[in-house]
């Protein structure tokens, strides 16, 4: 049975969601109505990035040409205590074994090479395709001593290291985003890029330790190769962006 009074108040809040979506739909018509003028205007465009900058030109009000770096170069320490959970960038939680307690995250710099489309007149939205380039990364994962199974067989008191390693990528691009300029020069935006991966040409390695001597070479390697399965090889980011036209 549904219950009236929610049903009413989740009627009340759509008509507000909808209300509140065309006013903001009206308003940004009426303020960017002459936006695809100020592309051609004010064809060379600086932004800053959140991370990094990006430059390009306009050639007209639908095609634009640039090339931005993000530096993207985060380096995490964690460790478990009472109010954090130590959790993996590069394997799911599902694949991981039991017992994780610390880890190592390294990522390096994205470049990319974008050639938008801005297929409407009195809207900043925009297809981007190009090149996509980002370095490895690296995560290294600290396993605590207990009873567990690794490849085919169980070994007790056993610690474990697993080290994740995806290579650079170098791929085609493909995203989509927003970016409204004004007749001021102002001009800001954002947007969601991302790599086309090839799993045949980008992939991951992964080598495991542990303090047990009685593990065999075998049962390492069923262990390394499932991981090398599951370690996620996407791309992408979403950024912010803020600067000039002229």
């Known amino acids: 049975m549904f219950d009236n009074k929610k049903s009413g108040n989740m009627i009340y809040y759509k008509r ?50 640039g090339f931005s770096t993000i530096s993207n170069m985060v380096q995490e320490d964690g460790t478990m205590d009472n109010s954090s959970k130590v959790e993996s960038r590069l394997i799911a939680e599902e694949d991981l074994p039991q017992g994780l307690y610390g880890k190592k995250y390294e990522q390096r710099r994205i470049v990319t090479g974008q050639l938008r489309i801005s297929p409407f007149e009195s809207s900043g939205f925009f297809l981007s395709f190009g090149s996509y380039q980002e370095g490895p990364r690296k995560e290294t994962l600290y396993f605590d001593k207990r009873s567990r199974i690794i490849g085919n067989s169980s070994y007790n008191n056993t ?88």
């Open 16 to 65: 507000i969601v909808v209300i509140i979506l065309l006013f903001a739909q009206l308003f940004f018509v009426n303020i960017l109505k002459g936006e695809s003028k100020f592309r051609e205007e004010k064809n060379i465009q600086l932004q800053i990035l959140i991370g990094g900058g990006l430059i390009g030109y306009h050639f007209n009000d639908q095609i634009f040409i």
């Open 159 to 246: 610690s474990m290291i697993i080290k994740i390693e995806r290579d650079p990528v170098y791929a085609p691009l493909i995203g989509f985003g927003w970016n409204w300029i004004y007749d001021n020069g102002l001009s800001w935006g954002f947007d969601w890029e991302g790599g086309l991966i090839n799993g045949n040409v980008t992939k991951a390695t992964a080598e495991i330790t542990t303090n047990n001597s009685n593990v065999s070479d075998g049962d390492i390697a069923i262990e390394e190769e499932k991981f090398i399965k599951s370690s996620d090889l996407s791309t992408g980011y979403f950024t912010v962006a803020l600067g000039y036209n002229f």
